[in-house]
């Protein structure tokens, strides 16, 4: 019996899930991970991302001693549409801060920076 070519693909997607990392295949979307220092403690708020249409909207929650400065970055789809870097902003211990941004049209990107 021949299988059908559209069943092709399968095993391929297949081995694709089991050769990724286990954070990339659990992580949900829209969430970024602590960041770490050197002497690898942990350090960083956790950030929540919401894009609609053309406005941003972050959430970072910093669990740690430590304040984390945050800044967000928006890319924007349309070439004539300025791209733009917020102003990093201290999220303390314990601490939420919301951040947002904006394109006139359609983002393309979003990601946000951690300073010590």
């Known amino acids: 019996m021949r299988l059908s070519h559209r069943f092709a693909p399968v095993p391929a997607a297949l ?11 659990s992580r949900p979307t829209g969430t970024t991970a ?7 403690r942990p350090f960083g708020a956790a ?3 919401a ?3 053309s406005r ?4 970072c929650h910093n669990p740690y001693p430590e304040t984390d400065r945050v ?10 549409d300025i791209d733009s ?4 902003v201290g999220a303390g211990p314990a601490e939420t801060v919301r951040l ?17």
């Not at 081995?15 to 295949?25: I, T």
């Not at 800044?71 to 004539?80: A, K």
């Not at 870097?85 to 990093?88: I, L, N």
Request: hydrophobic share 40%.
């Open 15 to 25: 081995a694709l899930l089991v050769a990724m990392p286990f954070d990339a295949a």
């Open 34 to 40: 602590h960041a770490r220092v050197d002497d690898a």
């Open 47 to 49: 950030c929540r991302t």
């Open 51 to 53: 894009v609609d249409g």
């Open 56 to 59: 941003v909207t972050v959430y």
């Open 71 to 80: 800044g967000l970055h928006v890319e924007c789809e349309r070439w004539w």
């Open 85 to 88: 870097d917020g102003v990093p």
């Open 100 to 116: 947002t941004g904006r394109c006139w049209k359609e983002v393309r990107s979003v990601w946000v920076s951690h300073q010590k």
